[in-house]
Every structure is written in C-alpha cells, then in structure tokens.
C-alpha cells in the first residue's frame, strides 16, 4: 500500500485499552482523531483468495448511522481515501501498489454529505472517493489510473479487495442520483451505504446493487465443457456463465444456463467458491457439475463456439485457458490437478 505524504503518528488513533481503559460510546475530544475500537470478530484468512475476496475491511456497520463519528474520521489526519477516477483506480510502483491519499488531498473531491465509507482498513477509517472521469486525471503527482481488470492480477490480495469494494460503490452511486420511483433527486445516507429519495412522502431507500450470476465448470470424466464468446481473444475459452434469475434457485440456474448455452444437461452440482466482481456489480457463485449428455449444441447465441476438452488439450496450450484475474481460471486449475 502507498501513503503519499507524511504518516501522522500513529498515536491519534487510540485503541480502547492501549492509553487506558476506553468505553466504546467514548468521544474523542474536540480536534481529535475519532477512536477506532478492536474488531469484534476475527477472520480467517484462506491460502488462496479469488481475486477481489477476502474480508480485509472490518465493514463497522454500525458506525455507518453515527454521522458524528463518520465527520470526525473524514476529517481525521490517518484517515486513507482510495480515489476512483471514472471507474479506474490509482496506483504506482513496479509491481503496482495501491496509492491511498490524505483528507487534504481529496479535499476538492469531497462533496457535502455524500461520504462513502468503506470501513477500518488496517486499522485506520477507510473512505471511497469518486471523481467524474470527464475531468483531467488528478493526482498525477502520486501514480497513475488503471483499469481494475489489470490492477487486480498484480496488487496484493488486501488492496485489490480494498480498491474493488471503492470502485462498485462508487460506480453505483453514479448510478442513483435520482430516486428510481419518484424521480426526485436522491441523497447518500449511511456513510454511502444507503441512498434516500429527498422528497419527504417517498423517502424511497435503495441500498448497493449486487448481481449474482453463476459460474460452473461442467465435466464428464476426462472431459469438461468449456465455451467462448464472439471477440474475445484468438483461442481464448472459458466456463460456462450466467446471470440468476428471479425465482431460481442457484443449482436451478447453473442447469438452466448450461443447457441454454449449450444443451447439455447436468445433473449434480457442488458450490465452490465465489468472488465479487465489480463490473459493475456481479457477485460470482462458482459451481462444478456433472454433465449427463454429451452433444453440443448452441441454444440462445451467447456463445460463438463451445467444446469438450481433455486434460492433455487443456495443458497443450489449446485452447488458451481464462485469465487468472477471474474465478473461471480457479475452476479450471483445480479440475487440472484433480487429474495430475
């Protein structure tokens, strides 16, 4: 993680406990950085994360409705901003690191009331700050703006979380400034985590858009069943994808989404992981399942080709396997080593 400037002492930020006891209703004096307690609750982390994933923000909701609190952390001296310029993130450094900022560095960038507050992120508050990409690149002094598909392949598990959490809040809040019943002007609420309709006998809530879609890799013995899409890369092909639908179960839409795709049906299907993609908005449930047919053939026009391939196809180099940012290349490597 880069810092530009200077750090404050680390000592603004009081632990309950660590200069003597503290409550947690505590209030820090006037002037005075806001107290970040100790989580409660602890994570595990995995050997391996999905890219995106991780729970490496402790989310505080309940810090989410105290807005004195909230002004107190904005304006705080250790407090960090992830700047998302249009959708892309800020960075620098060979490899890349993600470039976090000060409050009086964002200062121009901070609209009244709108805060978006991501959480406790090693230990200090953690803000969201959207910039309209219509304007010149800010910052240029600190790194550069890259698009997230690159980013998240090469920054550490916890920044690539961190900043993929910034970026989908962002990008919804673009997204809603109006209320979807009335039309009314809508307002962030809750740190950023809710959006409100202004106009009193609506007072619509929304709350940030999650998309669930599955991801599966279907296998028949030696085989699994993998499909590609008109232009993308030469020889490029990857699992079987697809948005849930309303009413449907997840093991209903990984049978539905396969046998539309590609007519095969599937029998039993195991969850294995899932990984958020903030693209903008998807959350991907990663499944394998067991094909019970064998003939292809394409249904709704979704996919450009789609075959069975074998391990010994998958190691030559064809077809060129899904990119490693995604969960689909996760899929594809375990069923690989189940076979080693």
């Not at 995995?46 to 923000?57: L, Q």
């Not at 001296?77 to 000060?102: M, Q, S, Y």
């Not at 993609?277 to 394409?298: E, K």
Request: with cysteine.
């Amino acid at each position: 993680m880069r810092w530009t400037g200077e750090p404050a002492p680390a000592a603004r930020f009081r632990r309950p406990g660590e200069d003597g006891p503290a409550a947690a209703t505590d209030k820090p004096a006037a002037g005075a950085a806001p107290t970040v307690p100790k989580f409660r609750y602890t994570f595990a982390r995995m050997s391996k994360h999905n890219i995106f994933a991780g729970a490496f923000v402790d989310r505080s909701g309940h810090r989410r409705k105290d807005p004195e609190w909230l002004q107190e952390a904005v304006d705080g001296p250790e407090t960090c901003f992830v700047p998302v310029w249009g959708d892309k993130c800020l960075a620098v450094g060979e490899p890349f690191r993600t470039v976090l900022l000060r409050r009086e560095q964002v200062a121009e960038f901070l609209p009244a009331q709108e805060t978006i507050f991501l959480g406790i992120y090693q230990g200090q508050p953690a803000f969201a700050v959207g910039i309209d990409g219509s304007l010149d690149a800010p910052f240029t002094d600190a790194g550069e703006f890259h698009d997230l598909r690159y980013l998240g392949s090469v920054l550490p598990p916890e920044e690539a979380n961190l900043a993929a959490h910034a970026r989908a809040l962002v990008l919804w809040h673009g997204l809603q400034k109006h209320c979807g019943v009335c039309g009314s002007p809508s307002r962030a609420e809750s740190g950023g985590n809710t959006r409100i309709c202004s106009a009193d006998a609506c007072a619509t809530q929304v709350f940030p858009r999650v998309d669930p879609a599955i991801i599966v890799l279907v296998s028949s013995g030696d085989r699994c069943l993998l499909g590609r899409q008109q232009g993308w890369p030469e020889g490029r092909y990857s699992t079987i994808a697809g948005f849930v639908e309303p009413g449907e179960s997840l093991e209903d839409a990984v049978r539905r989404e396969v046998a539309e795709e590609t007519n095969i049906e599937v029998g039993e299907v195991r969850y294995h992981s899932s990984q958020p993609w903030p693209f903008p908005s998807s959350l991907m449930l990663g499944f394998n399942a067991v094909a019970h047919s064998s003939d292809i053939r394409l249904n709704d026009d979704e996919l450009e080709d789609a075959q069975w391939f074998t391990r010994k196809e998958l190691r030559s180099g064809f077809p060129k396997l899904p990119y490693r940012l995604s969960i689909a290349r996760r899929l594809v490597d375990r069923w690989l080593n189940l076979g080693s």
